[in-house]
């Protein structure tokens, strides 16, 4: 079984000196993580087959798209769903970690949008602070948005978390606020805001936080909470 590994979105972020450079960061099933430098303004393109999701992690972006047009702070992510004409631009440097189906894309079952009709839909904007704020009961994963057949959840708790085991499905978690710990019995990572850890699918393993502690967990769809 793989050792858990530690990751940092700020210090990598920090690494990459060059405007529009990519860094793959981690792996969730069959989705790709990466860190992405905003700095100047992308041509218009799309992808036909990739929804692709957005997370400002430093700085501000804004995201324009055949559905309309989102202004991202930290903490706040939009998803573009496949076949959208989009472009992303900051006047200042801004880190951001994008999502997205990493393998065999065209592959995989779902609809494909080859174009966006006017007015048919709109972009949305989710904020991780937002939605934390409007959870009322700890250890409950709401959905915050899906991208493929994933899913982002936040939820908040103090304690053990209780989780499947083993685990279904690869499962991120990141630390938004407060401090975590994940075992295996390979051993264990501490986590601070911005780190994230991946529990790979078939782990035996343990989540517990401190007190003021909100978690977002990436992982398939099919996982309780939301």
């Given amino acids: 079984m793989?050792?858990?590994?530690?990751?940092?979105?700020?210090?990598?972020?920090?690494?990459?000196?060059?405007?529009?450079?990519?860094?793959?960061?981690?792996?969730?099933?069959?989705?790709?993580?990466s860190i992405y430098i905003c700095q100047g303004t992308l041509e218009w393109h799309s992808h036909l087959d990739?929804?692709?999701?957005?997370?400002?992690?430093?700085?501000?972006?804004?995201?324009?798209?055949?559905?309309?047009?989102?202004?991202?702070?930290?903490?706040?992510?939009?998803?573009?769903?496949?076949?959208?004409?989009?472009?992303?631009?900051?006047?200042?440097?801004?880190?951001?970690?994008?999502?997205?189906c990493g393998f065999f894309p065209n592959r995989k079952n779902g609809r494909r949008r080859l174009y966006a009709i006017a007015g048919e839909s709109k972009l949305k904007r989710a904020s991780l602070h937002g939605v934390l704020q409007t959870l009322t009961l700890p250890f409950q994963f709401r959905t915050v948005a899906q991208v493929e057949d994933s899913v982002v959840q936040m939820a908040w708790g103090e304690g053990t978390w209780p989780v499947e085991i083993p685990a279904s499905h690869d499962v991120l978690f990141f630390v938004l606020d407060g401090a975590a710990t994940a075992r295996t019995p390979q051993g264990m990572v501490h986590l601070h805001p911005g780190d994230l850890t991946v529990v790979p699918r078939g782990a035996i393993y343990q989540v517990s936080t401190i007190q003021g502690t909100a978690l977002v967990q990436v992982t398939r769809k099919d996982v309780q909470g939301g």
Avoid: Y
């Fill in 2 to 33: 793989t050792k858990l590994e530690k990751l940092n979105v700020f210090e990598i972020g920090r690494e990459l000196e060059r405007p529009f450079s990519v860094r793959a960061i981690a792996t969730v099933g069959d989705m790709l993580f």
């Fill in 50 to 100: 990739n929804d692709e999701l957005f997370w400002v992690c430093e700085g501000t972006i804004q995201l324009e798209s055949a559905w309309g047009d989102v202004q991202l702070r930290p903490g706040e992510l939009a998803v573009v769903p496949k076949g959208v004409r989009h472009r992303s631009s900051s006047g200042a440097r801004a880190s951001v970690l994008l999502v997205r």
